[in-house]
């Protein structure tokens, strides 16, 4: 995997205020507003052909804006049914290699739910699943993170130890860290500047500095209840700390991506990353 040189900010899918909607003239507008960074939404199916892929690895390259992909919601590595399971591989597999074929960077996605199993046997079995995986786009030359992502309910698998000791035993995975997902998560803990310190410190100590010189995170406003997660909102409409958050990341050294999940998604990562830059630490 090539090495990002700094803390990199962009959007979850084409920014809003694209004036046409495809994912070229994205990259271009992402770039136009100042931003450096966008993910590729393969939420609802990889429909990205390989040709398309190419030009888009052309127009980013060009723009200097990293690419990363979030595969499809339809994902459960412990569904029931091994067909669920099969189809969900395939479907990470393939965002993989159209994320690849574009030049991207890491590809992120929610890896499965316990459905009330002892959480060991699902760790193991979606480890399994991961590994197989990796091992599939290793044997097709394929380089890209591979990211299970921190989830935002009690009820899906994803928990902060979970995902750091995934990224140990198996090969190109690190977690993808959605700061607004352990809010939710842990219901309304996990904001503030000594958690997230906590939060870092233990992917370093188990890690290494790799992972924080590699991170794939996610960052919004959100609304949630003792269960978790409800939706995202806008930063400033939330009880988000998210300026003590930047300045723990900027403390930290971090670099990566932020991606912006919030409603209006190019105008807080605009929001973000000016804050970033005018943080000292």
């Not at 003239?25 to 609802?44: K, S």
């Not at 091994?82 to 965002?95: D, F, H, L, M, Y």
């Not at 009820?155 to 959605?178: A, N, Y």
Request: hydrophobic share 40%; proline share 3%; glycine share 6%.
């Amino acid at each position: 995997m090539f090495k990002v040189d700094r803390l990199r900010f962009g959007t979850a899918g084409i920014p809003i205020s694209t004036p046409k909607r495809s994912t070229m003239d994205g990259i271009v507008h992402v770039r136009n507003l100042g931003l450096d960074a966008m993910e590729l939404e393969f939420v609802r199916g990889v429909n990205l052909r390989p040709e398309l892929a190419k030009k888009i690895k052309h127009v980013a390259k060009k723009h200097d804006v990293l690419l990363t992909a979030h595969a499809p919601y339809y994902i459960n590595l412990n569904a029931a049914e091994k067909a669920k399971v099969e189809a969900s591989k395939k479907r990470i597999i393939q965002s993989a290699e159209r994320l690849y074929d574009a030049g991207g960077w890491s590809v992120v996605f929610h890896a499965g739910y316990y459905l009330k199993q002892d959480p060991e046997k699902v760790y193991q079995r979606i480890k399994g699943e991961i590994k197989d995986i990796v091992s599939s786009l290793q044997d097709r030359g394929i380089e890209v993170w591979i990211r299970p992502e921190l989830t935002g309910k009690p009820t899906q698998f994803g928990d902060l130890r979970e995902l750091v000791r995934l990224s140990e035993e198996v090969e190109m995975v690190l977690p993808t860290i959605d700061f607004a997902h352990a809010h939710a998560r842990h219901a309304g803990k996990c904001n503030t500047a000594e958690e997230w310190r906590e939060m870092l410190s233990l992917m370093e100590d188990r890690l290494g500095r790799e992972a924080l010189d590699n991170m794939h995170i996610h960052i919004s406003g959100i609304n949630y209840t003792s269960k978790g997660e409800r939706n995202h909102l806008n930063l400033q409409e939330s009880d988000m700390n998210w300026e003590d958050l930047l300045r723990v990341l900027k403390e930290f050294r971090v670099k990566g991506v932020v991606i912006s999940e919030s409603p209006n998604i190019e105008g807080d990562a605009i929001l973000m990353k000016k804050k970033y830059e005018e943080i000292r630490v």
